[in-house]
Every structure is written in C-alpha cells, then in structure tokens.
C-alpha cells in the first residue's frame, strides 16, 4: 500500500480575512487542553483501524495551526511517529502566519518537530494587505520569512495576485522581493470572490473589483517567468518549487494517494479493508469536539467512493500536476479505463489546439492548457 499522509485541522484564527471561506473560526478564548485531548484521541481512533500504515508526511492546516500550544503539535507529532511507520525523511509541515506572536513561536515549533513551515504572507504591499484583512504588516512579513530562513530547513509562502487595481510591473517587483529571501517553495492563489464571504458583499455592491481575464492571465505567466529566474519551476498550476522541494504531503492529494483528515471540517481518502473511504469531520468546533468525547471520533460522514467518483477525482486533481495523470496508476486506483473518464471529441480537440498531450502512457495538460484548466477540466471530464 502506498504511503500515508495525515492532515489535522486547528480551525482558529485571530480574525477572519474578508476573503477566506475555509473552516476557520474566532474565539476569545481557545480550550487548548480540551482540543489537544479531542485531537488525540481522534488520531488514535483513526490509526486503530488503519493500523500501522507507512507515513511519508503530516500536515498541520486551519484556521491558523501556529496559534496551537507548541506542547500540542509535539504530543501529536510523537503520537503519529508511534501509532504509523513514518518514513525517514518524513514531512512535517505547519502554516503560520507573520504576527508577532506567531512568529515568537516558531523555534519552539521547531523543536517540536516541525521541519517545514509554510507562511501566509500573502502580499509584501501595505495597501494590499490592509485590503485583505491581514493582522501583519509587510515589514513582518519580512521578518518571518528571515526567522523561519534561520529555524526551518524548508520553507514555503502563499501570494495572492490578481487583486484589485494590481499592475503587472509591481507584481513582478513583489514576488522577486520575496524569492530573494526565500527560493524555496511559493504557492499562488488567485482572488476569487467566494459566496459568504465579506468580499462577495462589497464586490456584489460594486466596491470592489477584480481585474480582468486577461489581465489575471498575464500577471500568472508573469509569476512562472519571475519563479524560473530564482530557480523555481511549477509543478502544479498554483506551486512552484525548487526540484526537491516539491510539498510531498500535497502531492498526496494531486496524486489520488491516501490521507486521513482529523480535526474540525478535515476530509480524508483513506483505504480500509481494501475498499477507498470518502471521509470527512463536523464542522463546528466545539460539536466537533464534543463528539470526539462521546465517541472517539467526530465523523458525520464516511462512505466507499464508487469508481466513477473515483476516476473524476483523480483527474480533478492530476490534471493540475505538470507530471500529468500516469493511465496505468489511474486504471488501477479507480478501476477506470482513462478513456471511459474523457470525452473523445473534446480530448481530440484539446490535444490538436495544444491544450493536452497524451504519449509514454501519461496525460499532461500544457502551459496553454492550465491557463483555461477550469473550464478544460469541464468539458474533457465526463
């Protein structure tokens, strides 16, 4: 069986980013004893029937995990490393955030275990940042990405681009402001208006406005051509890395391999019993916890994923990678012939137009293609 990744949730935040509609939620006060024990105990209860798995990578995400007692991620690390086999060079990665007091615990977090941290930084510009709600400035931004240059042997940060009023020229200057601390691993992410949200309120009411398609399209190619300059090439269509430094725990999820979620809202793919499970955690975090308590565990759904299900994940996903989808793997994870998964017409097409390639057994979306990847996924995915 291939190895295992292990995502956990903490779903607190300092503030809500009027942006964000992930599972993340504002308390006065956090119970970090009581959610350090429901964590726990969920951990143990999903390694109970997974039994001892190979592990090549453990993912702390939120909500804001460098806001966890540094005690908590170490008592999780150490339970992980004894309930599966980690592998030797295991991944163990945790988003923070460049306050103050999160980066004041980034030794700590270090010595826990954590060997690779990922930054929300989100823009070097201080106007952009106070549009997005941020809680640091560009000048911790900075100062984060040099203390964790300092602790941390990997290290990765998240751009928004394609915001409001942005030009191409002073998004080339941010990002090589960026790379030149850090030319390691940079994930892009651009702004959508995501419904709930307190932009879709101000972009409804014509407050805000995003730039155009063509100009999104432009300021993402610019970002490939700025990353190739500090020796970063993109492996996935929002992740350009250093070869070697690829994020192992994500390419889990872009690969179609199994990863158990534990936490508040985590989903998980996970084999059991021979049989692909489809799972995922309540929501809220308290209920979440009060479950744990009752029953071990805080699951409201768990379900076999029928081929066909599972054949349009993996394409929804690997169609991402630059590596492409391998057709043997892809029959033998979803039980799918790839030709079953696709339109013929429409692949022909995409092929010919220079979108797709197909050859050596593999299915590779081009540069061309991952600039219209939303609506090429649409039409070539039955």
Request: with cysteine.
């Amino acid at each position: 069986m291939e190895p295992l990744a292990l995502y956990t949730h903490w779903p607190f935040c300092l503030a809500k980013c009027p942006y964000c509609d992930f599972n993340s939620h504002v308390r006065e006060r956090i119970d970090q004893a009581r959610f350090a024990r429901t964590l726990r105990a969920e951990l143990a209860w999903e390694a109970a029937r997974l039994g001892r798995r190979r592990l090549n990578s453990i993912f702390f995400g939120g909500g804001t995990p460098s806001l966890m007692e540094p005690g908590t991620v170490a008592a999780l690390i150490e339970d992980a490393r004894r309930l599966f086999d980690p592998v030797p060079d295991i991944e163990i990665t945790l988003e923070a955030n460049p306050t103050s007091v999160e980066v004041s615990r980034l030794a700590a977090l270090r010595h826990a275990g954590v060997n690779r941290v990922s930054l929300g930084v989100q823009s070097l510009d201080p106007a952009a940042l106070a549009m997005l709600g941020r809680q640091h400035s560009a000048a911790q931004a900075l100062a984060a990405l040099e203390a964790a240059r300092a602790l941390f042997p990997r290290i990765s940060f998240d751009l928004i681009y394609a915001r409001p009023g942005q030009a191409a020229a002073a998004w080339r200057a941010e990002l090589r402001q960026a790379l030149g601390l850090v030319a390691d691993h940079l994930s892009l992410y651009q702004l959508t208006i995501e419904p709930g949200t307190v932009f879709e309120g101000l972009h409804r009411r014509g407050e805000i406005a995003l730039p155009d398609p063509d100009l999104a399209a432009a300021l993402y190619e610019a970002t490939g051509e700025e990353a190739v300059r500090f020796g970063l090439l993109g492996y996935e269509v929002s992740n350009y890395a250093r070869p070697g430094a690829e994020s192992r725990h994500n390419l889990a999820y872009w690969r179609y391999g199994d990863y158990a979620g534990i936490g508040p809202g985590a989903h998980g793919r996970i084999t059991v019993n021979s049989a692909l499970l489809a799972t995922r955690r309540h929501r809220a975090p308290e209920p979440w916890a009060e479950r744990v308590e009752r029953v071990g565990h805080g699951s409201t759904h768990e379900a076999p994923v029928p081929p066909a299900d599972r054949a349009r994940e993996m394409l929804l996903m690997g169609m991402r990678l630059s590596e492409g989808i391998d057709e043997a793997r892809f029959a033998a994870r979803t039980g799918v012939v790839l030709d079953e998964a696709l339109d013929p017409d429409v692949l022909r097409q995409a092929i010919g137009e220079g979108y797709v390639t197909r050859g050596d057994g593999r299915l590779t979306v081009t540069q061309a293609g991952r600039l219209r990847l939303d609506p090429l996924i649409a039409a070539l995915v039955v």
